[in-house]
T-cell receptor, first 119, second 114 residues
Framework: GAGVSQSPRYKVAKRGQDVALRCDPI?????LFWYQQALGQGPEFLTY????????KSGLPSDRFFAERPEGSVSTLKIQRTQQEDSAVYLC?????????????????FGAGSRLTVL | AQSVTQLGSHVSVSEGALVLLRCNYS??????LFWYVQYPNQGLQLLLK??????LVKGINGFEAEFKKSETSFHLTKPSAHMSDAAEYFC????????????FGPGTRLSVLP
């Protein structure tokens, strides 16, 4: 597609429910990132995929968070047993090259985000 | 470790006035610096970036920023604000030229008054 698409745009969950957030990156993009943006804060890194391989998950806040990208395109971020502190906007971004590529012309393209509210 | 501070969580300017959004960073390696803009209900959009070379960087929509190593700053400016500039602005630092290991600042919300 022309841009990075995320769904749902808005999700309200009761505490303890599981949620799944989907990211459709730009077709052919190798790298995919998930970020968490709490209210009034800047985005914080969660995890990184290079094609289907999850190369960095150092930002995932707990083992309740799980991400996958099984075919190297669409990615899903799953949050189990949601807590109120999980309320945030979850941003997905993709880029054409790998994270360590030296091209200075490459940039990330962000989706509009999925806003999760946990009651 | 890298970090970014943005002085002023909310800045208001009059239409036509100078826009100045402040960004200071810390980095143990030569930094690559970025400004992103986020309009309501939209994703982040790259305004400009500094990697190497000229320290004054020009971006889209008339914005520019100057890298000052001695001051560890990368302030964003625009000579004349437009109503359409109202948005959230994020400064980010990375140790990679293409900026995929971002550390974002907390953001500055810019309001433009008629």
């Amino acid at each position: 597609g022309a841009g990075v698409s995320q769904s749902p745009r808005y999700k309200v969950a009761k505490r303890g429910q599981d949620v799944a957030l989907r990211c459709d990156p730009i077709s052919g993009h190798v790298s995919l990132f998930w970020y968490q943006q709490a209210l009034g804060q800047g985005p914080e890194f969660l995890t990184y995929f290079q094609n289907e391989a999850q190369l960095d998950k150092s930002g995932l806040p707990s083992d309740r968070f799980f991400a996958e990208r099984p075919e190297g395109s669409v990615s899903t971020l799953k949050i189990q047993r949601t807590q109120q502190e999980d309320s945030a906007v979850y941003l997905c971004a993709s880029s054409r090259t790998t994270r360590t590529a030296s091209s200075g012309a490459n940039v990330l393209t962000f989706g509009a985000g999925s806003r999760l509210t946990v009651l | 470790a890298q970090s970014v501070t943005q002085l002023g969580s909310h800045v208001s300017v009059s239409e036509g006035a100078l826009v100045l959004l402040r960004c200071n960073y810390s980095s143990s390696v030569p930094p690559y610096l970025f400004w992103y803009v986020q309009y309501p209900n939209q994703g982040l959009q790259l305004l400009l970036k500094y990697t190497t070379g000229a320290t004054l960087v020009k971006g889209i929509n008339g914005f520019e920023a100057e890298f000052k190593k001695s001051e560890t700053s990368f302030h964003l400016t625009k000579p004349s604000a437009h109503m359409s500039d109202a948005a959230e602005y994020f400064c980010a630092v990375s140790e990679m030229a293409h900026g995929q290991n971002f550390v974002f600042g907390p953001g500055t919300r810019l309001s433009v008054l008629p």
